[in-house]
């Protein structure tokens, strides 16, 4: 389970550039869907910085490179990835677009 701190910088990072992506994969004849947070940077000492942040054990991380447009991404995996991402985006005429939920402090 994350911090309240943690919780609310995961927060500022979605007030911001930061997303919850979906991704899905089909393995062995089912398909799976995970969440991620995900937040792109130039900088990787900057996103190595963020990842400091968060202290839970259970947070998985990881940072790549993207050489088609020079930047990185930290991608943060943890419990409450799919809570957050339905409560950060709706389904609006079939596109997904974030919004700032109702009880955002």
């Known amino acids: 389970m994350l911090q309240k701190n943690e919780l609310?910088?995961?927060s500022g990072l979605l007030l911001g550039d930061?997303?919850?992506v979906e991704d899905r994969r089909v393995l062995k004849n089912?398909?799976?869907s995970y969440t991620r947070l995900k937040l792109t940077a130039k900088d990787r000492r900057f996103l190595t910085w963020v990842s400091?942040?968060?202290v839970t054990p259970s947070i998985g991380k990881s940072i790549t490179y993207?050489?088609?447009n020079d930047t990185y991404s930290l991608y943060l995996k943890f419990?409450?990835?799919r809570y957050l991402r339905e409560k950060w985006y709706k389904k609006f005429n079939?596109?997904?677009i974030k919004v700032l939920p109702n009880d955002l402090n």
Do not use: Q, S
Request: aromatic share 4%; glycine share 10%.
């Open 18 to 20: 930061g997303c919850i």
């Open 66 to 68: 993207n050489k088609e």
């Open 94 to 96: 079939g596109k997904t």
């Open 30 to 32: 089912t398909t799976k």
């Open 79 to 81: 419990d409450e990835t």
């Open 52 to 54: 400091k942040l968060f």
């Open 8 to 10: 609310e910088i995961i």
